[in-house]
T-cell receptor, first 115, second 114 residues
Framework: DTEVTQTPKHLVMGMTNKKSLKCEQH?????MYWYKQKAKKPPELMFV???????INESVPSRFSPECPNSSLLNLHLHALQPEDSALYLC??????????????FGPGTRLTVL | AQSVTQLGSHVSVSEGALVLLRCNYS??????LFWYVQYPNQGLQLLLK??????LVKGINGFEAEFKKSETSFHLTKPSAHMSDAAEYFC????????????FGAGTRLFVKA
């Protein structure tokens, strides 16, 4: 299985809502990533988990809260978002090797709209 | 620090014509280089990667790229464009100094005319 799955595909939420994005992989990868992608822009790294521990937080606002409950799952909890947070949220995974080769496998993304 | 520059935000070719998407990188250490493709409303898919060894790298869907250290380039080519190649293409770099971070270029939108 070489697939990264993300749910939901689309999400519309109000600024006072709480929602979660989910990501799952069964490739045995021990690094998992959250990216935010605005239209016509490259992905921007938000968070990286390595061996279920938060390794990188790219100064993301606290209204985004990541969670890695086990080696296959990655969640992104959303609360009190702003309209400018509307974007495609991509999950990715990769191996963790001494060479730091960072070939990432991406999921299809969740299209988030904040009203 | 590592960086990637993709020349041309939009490239338009006719079906059957050569595809050339340009990428230049900056890295103080030997880089790992990638090309990803993104179709509308989808995630990124790896086309090909360069790590070490052979400088001409073949990928999926008939694409290939050549690593030229002297020119710090990693241009993507395909001999004959197909309508299905229309997509956004991202060049990316990572390496020992970047850790888990992959640095993406701004992207090039490829249009294929019938």
């Amino acid at each position: 299985d070489t697939e990264v799955t993300q749910t939901p595909k689309h999400l519309v939420m109000g600024m006072t809502n709480k929602k979660s994005l989910k990501c799952e992989q069964h490739m045995g990868h021990r690094a998992m990533y959250w990216y935010k992608q605005k239209a016509k822009k490259p992905p921007e790294l938000m968070f990286v988990y390595s061996y279920e521990k938060l390794s990188i937080n790219e100064s993301v606002p606290s209204r985004f809260s990541p969670e890695c409950p086990n080696s296959s799952l990655l969640n992104l909890h959303l609360h009190a978002l702003q309209p400018e947070d509307s974007a495609l949220y991509l999950c990715a995974s990769s191996q963790v090797t001494s060479s730091t080769l960072n070939e990432q496998f991406f999921g299809p993304g969740t299209r988030l709209t904040v009203l | 620090a590592q960086s990637v520059t993709q020349l041309g935000s939009h490239v338009s070719v006719s079906e059957g014509a050569l595809v050339l998407l340009r990428c230049n990188y900056s890295s103080s250490v030997p880089p790992y280089l990638f090309w990803y493709v993104q179709y509308p409303n989808q995630g990124l898919q790896l086309l090909l990667k360069y790590t070490t060894g052979a400088t001409l790298v073949k990928g999926i869907n008939g694409f290939e790229a050549e690593f030229k250290k002297s020119e710090t380039s990693f241009h993507l080519t395909k001999p004959s464009a197909h309508m299905s190649d229309a997509a956004e293409y991202f060049c990316a770099v990572s390496g020992p100094t970047g850790g888990f971070k992959t640095i993406f270029g701004a992207g090039t939108r490829l249009f294929v005319k019938a």
